[in-house]
């Protein structure tokens, strides 16, 4: 089993996506989930934070066997699934 090493907002991103994993989630769900535990509700720049986090983030959880998909414009958003099959879940 691996372990992943996460910094606080890698591993408050985790729960948000595991919690709604296969599912596109917007730039706001993110941040209002990543964030969700702040009194301030984040940084001003919270959008900013949120894609520089994901760029390192994305790589630990490729070491696991998952992935974050991106689908650009309405409807779009991230989700986090299996990196082999690109599926929500494992059949």
């Known amino acids: 089993m691996k ?30 989930g990543t964030y969700a535990n702040d009194p301030n509700g984040g940084p001003i720049n919270a959008d900013n934070c949120i894609a520089v986090a994901l760029v390192k983030f994305r790589k630990k959880l490729g070491a696991v066997g998952l992935e974050i998909d991106a689908v650009p414009g309405p409807g779009g958003g991230r989700r986090m699934v299996w990196a082999k099959t690109g599926r929500a879940a494992k059949k």
């Open 3 to 32: 372990t992943l090493r996460l910094t606080n907002t890698e591993r408050a991103m985790f729960g948000v996506f595991a919690r709604s994993f296969g599912r596109f989630l917007s730039s706001r769900e993110i941040v209002d």
